[in-house]
């Protein structure tokens, strides 16, 4: 207890130190100079930071053109609102600097206060109000495949050719990110004849802890792709199951869990991907089998290719969210995500398949 209350004291007299500073300083880059110096001073590590602005307002446009055709492009942004720092309504007026062709939809809930949604409207965004459902799935999966899926068949209706479905608490800052997505899928493209009916690759962003060796893990942050082939991957069953969240229920005996039990408990990206793959395939893929459908079907894309924010469970450490270092090290192979780098060396066969790779995931844990 009395650990807890110093902690307590010690937060707080930090919490109210850097509000001071702030105010005295104007300056926030010259404070944050100083902490990274004396930080690398004091620290075996070298400290490093990026600042991303809460509003649209600074944006500066550039002058450069594009190709790009009004309304070939939509943006789905899809679950409950983001009202911290009105999240969602800032990111609605970054797009619209970002992406000015571009159509955007918010797919939500109809229990959504009506000042939301007329703010919204006000955006100049398309809204589809959706039912709320009574069988939320495993981790609340069948959320995210009512949201998603009812806004890329209105971005379908309204004629994109291409979407990028997003979470309403993340936010994608580079500009021309349409035309280098875009341009991915053109550079690498598909048999037209596939088994699974897509037009072109799926492009996800690259993942946290443990994607490396776990089947079917895309993460679910942001897809983009032709409407068409989004409107497939999220055109798939809901989860019977009703559990908000099972990672209490579901720990091992050393009250861990495992790369095991990810794959019998998908989380909700492994399991989207599981039900797509399953419209078309009998059974679960190997890990060999995995890396083939990633490399001839799919694109996985850095976060900072994009520059894009989560805005959940205060990620300011990016380096171990997606286990590049957790500080001084790197981080062993159950725990590697799939980098941009790893993902081009896996579609080109760079990687030697070995069978240890199958059972990797059975070392993959967190507490």
Same mark, same amino acid.
């Given at each position: 207890?009395?650990?807890?209350?110093?902690?307590s004291?010690?937060?707080k007299?930090?919490?109210?130190?850097?509000?001071?500073?702030?105010?005295?300083?104007?300056?926030e880059?010259?404070?944050?100079?100083?902490?990274?110096r004396?930080f690398?001073?004091?620290?075996?590590?070298?400290?490093?930071?990026?600042?991303r602005?809460?509003? @649209?307002?600074?944006?500066?446009? %550039?002058?450069?053109?594009?190709? &790009?055709? +009004?309304g070939e492009? =939509?943006?789905?942004l899809? !679950?409950?609102?983001?009202?911290?720092?009105?999240?969602t309504?800032?990111?609605?007026?970054l797009?619209?600097?970002?992406?000015?062709?571009a159509?955007?939809i918010?797919?939500?809930?109809?229990?959504?206060?009506?000042?939301?949604?007329?703010?919204?409207?006000?955006?100049?965004?398309?809204?589809?109000l959706?039912?709320?459902i009574?069988?939320?799935?495993?981790?609340?999966?069948?959320?995210?495949?009512?949201?998603?899926?009812?806004?890329?068949k209105?971005?379908?209706?309204?004629?994109?050719e291409?979407?990028?479905k997003?979470r309403s608490?993340l936010?994608?800052y580079?500009?021309? @990110?349409?035309?280098?997505?875009? %341009?991915?899928?053109?550079?690498? &493209?598909i +048999?037209?004849?596939n =088994?699974?009916?897509?037009? !072109?690759?799926?492009?996800?962003?690259?993942?946290?802890?443990?994607?490396?060796?776990?089947?079917?893990?895309?993460?679910?942050f942001?897809y983009?792709?032709y409407?068409?082939?989004?409107?497939?991957?999220?055109?798939?069953?809901y989860?019977?199951r009703?559990?908000?969240?099972?990672?209490?229920?579901?720990?091992?005996?050393?009250?861990?869990?495992?790369?095991e039990?990810?794959?019998?408990?998908p989380?909700?990206?492994?399991?989207?991907t599981?039900?797509?793959?399953?419209?078309?395939?009998?059974?679960?893929?190997?890990?060999?089998?995995?890396?083939?459908?990633?490399?001839?079907?799919?694109?996985?894309?850095?976060?900072?290719?994009l520059?894009?924010?989560?805005?959940?469970?205060?990620l300011?450490?990016?380096?171990?969210?997606?286990?590049?270092?957790?500080?001084?090290?790197?981080?062993?192979d159950?725990f590697?995500?799939?980098s941009s780098?790893?993902?081009?060396n896996?579609m080109n066969h760079?990687?030697?398949?070995?069978?240890?790779?199958?059972?990797?995931?059975?070392?993959?844990?967190?507490?």
């Amino acid at each position: 207890m009395k650990m807890q209350l110093v902690k307590s004291i010690l937060r707080k007299f930090f919490s109210c130190t850097i509000s001071l500073m702030i105010r005295l300083c104007r300056n926030e880059k010259v404070m944050l100079d100083i902490f990274s110096r004396n930080f690398e001073k004091y620290s075996d590590n070298y400290f490093c930071y990026k600042l991303r602005p809460k509003k @649209a307002d600074y944006f500066i446009p %550039s002058n450069i053109k594009t190709t &790009t055709i +009004s309304g070939e492009f =939509a943006i789905v942004l899809q !679950g409950v609102i983001e009202m911290r720092d009105e999240f969602t309504f800032e990111t609605i007026k970054l797009y619209r600097k970002l992406f000015p062709g571009a159509i955007i939809i918010v797919s939500t809930w109809d229990y959504t206060d009506p000042s939301i949604v007329q703010t919204l409207e006000l955006l100049g965004c398309e809204v589809v109000l959706n039912k709320d459902i009574p069988v939320c799935g495993l981790g609340n999966v069948n959320y995210q495949i009512c949201t998603s899926l009812a806004g890329l068949k209105r971005a379908k209706e309204l004629g994109a050719e291409f979407a990028l479905k997003n979470r309403s608490d993340l936010r994608v800052y580079r500009e021309f @990110a349409f035309e280098y997505l875009k %341009s991915l899928v053109e550079l690498n &493209t598909i +048999s037209s004849s596939n =088994a699974y009916g897509l037009k !072109g690759r799926i492009i996800t962003q690259a993942g946290n802890w443990g994607q490396m060796f776990n089947p079917m893990w895309l993460q679910d942050f942001l897809y983009f792709g032709y409407t068409d082939d989004l409107i497939n991957l999220f055109d798939i069953p809901y989860d019977d199951r009703n559990i908000h969240c099972y990672r209490k229920e579901n720990l091992d005996a050393k009250r861990v869990l495992t790369g095991e039990t990810l794959a019998k408990w998908p989380a909700s990206e492994i399991n989207i991907t599981k039900r797509f793959i399953q419209k078309y395939h009998n059974s679960d893929l190997s890990l060999k089998d995995w890396w083939n459908f990633l490399g001839e079907y799919c694109y996985i894309v850095d976060s900072e290719d994009l520059l894009t924010l989560w805005n959940k469970y205060g990620l300011n450490d990016l380096g171990q969210f997606y286990c590049e270092y957790d500080g001084k090290h790197n981080y062993r192979d159950p725990f590697r995500h799939i980098s941009s780098s790893d993902f081009i060396n896996i579609m080109n066969h760079k990687y030697i398949y070995e069978e240890w790779m199958e059972n990797e995931k059975a070392n993959y844990t967190i507490g």
